[in-house]
């Protein structure tokens, strides 16, 4: 008994200036729940709340990097007024993701129910808002604020990833976006899309190991992207359960297909690419 006794302790002395999960998690819903009522108990009734809200918030995150210096290199107050010094974008950008999930789903009869009860909003508001701290050079608080929606949703997006405007996530349960992979403006993604590395050797943590998605792709269900130096070029489409490792031309479609041989009953699978000529892949 004794040992597992220090064994514990010692775990908790490590763990002594570990940002609190819970800590995390209420500074984040709180922030959320002031760029967008939707998720507030309380509406703010005037400018002068809105002000005096995020102020508050502002003074609880300064609170928490001053706690927590060995996550960041720079001063707790200074950073958290550059991170709301530059929430604006982050606002902006989410709004235009909801536009862009409002348009892309003919099942979304208003914006207020993508707000209210898509898993795609929740997913990428956590990410833009990690995704700023990330930039500030933050560590594991970022990664904190994803993994809440990655709970809540099923949609795992590393705060280190490159996501442009105008992106959607329809459905998304599965989907996951690794560290370094890089999405252009009008992308739209599927649920159990994976966005992901060929190599998980620890000595290539710096490197690009993740796709680029250019502008206005669409990938669809159960598609699997791999490889830093895999490209996906614009306006492409690909089709549910695709398999890529290798970069597509701009104006591509991929997809899964099925044929059988009606002689001999024998059943094959390809996948087709489609650019200015058919092909099997």
């Known amino acids: 008994m004794n040992s597992l006794?220090?064994?514990?302790?010692?775990t908790h002395q490590e763990c002594s200036d570990c940002p609190?999960?819970?800590?995390?998690q209420h500074f984040f819903e709180e922030l959320l729940g002031l760029l967008f009522p939707e998720y507030a108990l309380q509406k703010a009734k005037s400018e002068e709340e809105v002000a005096a809200r995020l102020i508050l918030l502002r003074e609880q995150l300064g609170?928490?990097?001053?706690?927590n210096k060995h996550l960041h290199q720079g001063e707790g107050k200074a950073l958290a007024q550059d991170f709301f010094d530059h929430l604006e974008r982050v606002f902006d950008w989410v709004h235009q993701d909801v536009d862009a999930m409002y348009a892309g789903d003919p099942a979304a009869k208003s914006k207020t129910e993508i707000l209210r009860s898509y898993p795609?909003?929740?997913?990428?508001?956590?990410y833009r808002i990690a995704n700023l701290l990330h930039q500030l050079g933050i560590k594991l608080i970022p990664r904190m604020i994803t993994e809440i929606a990655h709970s809540r949703t099923g949609v795992d997006i590393h705060p280190g990833a490159t996501i442009g405007q105008y992106f959607c996530i329809d459905h998304g349960t599965g989907v996951v976006i690794g560290e370094t992979t890089i999405i252009g403006n009008?992308?739209?993604?599927y649920q159990g899309v994976t966005l992901g590395a060929l190599?998980?050797?620890?000595?290539?943590?710096?490197?690009k190991r993740h796709p680029t998605i250019e502008d206005h792709v669409v990938i669809y269900a159960g598609a699997t992207i791999l490889g830093g130096k895999t490209v996906i070029?614009?306006?492409s489409v690909i089709g549910g359960n695709v398999w890529l490792t290798k970069s597509v031309p701009s104006n591509s479609k991929v997809y899964y297909q099925t044929q059988i041989h009606h002689e001999d009953g024998l059943v094959t699978d390809r996948y087709v690419f489609k650019n200015d000529f058919d092909a099997t892949l």
């Open 233 to 235: 070029g614009q306006n």
């Open 5 to 10: 006794v220090s064994k514990i302790f010692l």
């Open 199 to 207: 190599s998980v050797d620890k000595a290539d943590a710096d490197l």
């Open 20 to 24: 609190s999960p819970k800590v995390i």
């Open 63 to 67: 609170a928490i990097l001053s706690r």
């Open 120 to 126: 795609g909003f929740y997913a990428i508001s956590a």
């Open 186 to 189: 009008h992308v739209k993604i």
